[in-house]
């Protein structure tokens, strides 16, 4: 089945350190990939949908300035955690899917990220 | 607005027996739908994707899907301590994004 790669599996930093996540398509190409945040005990809640050679498209709420996103190519997009706060503590998990709409996600094995 | 409707649980089955999980959506157009396990502190792993109306079979899982009625479910039977997780109801709305419930956390009694 379709591998997604996610890195790095946990981090730990201090406040208004910048945080980088990357999440890959090993086995397939990706024009879209969705970066989601998950409090605990929570639902996944979609952040931003990453576009290949575009911009990404951001969920109302989601500051864009915030959290950066780069796809630049078809098998790798990157997620920024800037300035991070320790309210940005939170799982972060990347999906990417076949290239028809109705095709599942499959998921990264999440950044657990945690700022002092 | 869009929305996936899961009973929050924790709903708890002995071994052995069916565990039954249960969805609802609110867009009758929707056409893709997928259930996910998930771990505590792990990343959703995809169980089952279903399309059409009916039952779809895959090992001890079944998925079962009514359109008129608006309603996903996932069955497990012969329930193992391992199968206790978080489930996830997940569809597809029109705007292609995928859209969780809130999940059911299973419990499996030994």
């Known amino acids: 089945g379709a591998v997604v790669s996610q890195h790095p599996s946990r981090v730990i930093c201090k406040s208004g350190t910048s945080v980088k996540i990357e999440c890959r398509s090993l086995d397939f190409q990706a024009t879209t990939m969705f970066w989601y945040r998950q409090f605990p005990k929570q639902s996944l809640m979609l952040m931003a949908t990453s576009n290949e050679g575009s911009k990404a498209t951001y969920e109302q709420g989601v500051e864009k300035d915030k959290f950066l996103i780069n796809h630049a190519s078809l098998t790798l997009s990157t997620l920024t955690v800037t300035s991070a706060h320790p309210e940005d503590s939170s799982f972060y998990i990347c999906s990417a899917g076949g290239t028809l709409s109705n095709q599942p996600q499959h998921f990264g094995d999440g950044t657990r990220l945690s700022i002092l | 607005q869009k929305e996936v409707e899961q009973n929050s649980g924790p709903l708890s089955v002995p071994e052995g027996a069916i565990a039954s999980l249960n969805c609802t959506y609110s867009?009758?157009?929707?056409?893709?739908f997928f259930w996910y396990r998930q771990y505590s502190g792990k990343s959703p792993e995809l169980i089952m994707s279903?399309?059409?109306?009916g039952d779809k079979e895959d090992g001890r899982f079944t998925a079962q899907l009514n359109k008129a009625s608006q309603y996903v479910s996932l069955l497990i039977r012969d329930s193992q301590p391992s199968d206790s997780a978080t489930y996830l109801c997940?569809?597809?709305?029109?705007?292609?994004?995928?859209?969780f419930g809130t999940g059911t956390r299973l419990t499996i009694i030994p």
């Open positions: 997940a569809v597809i709305f029109g705007n292609e994004k995928l859209t």
């Open positions: 867009d009758r157009g929707s056409q893709s």
């Open positions: 279903i399309y059409s109306n």
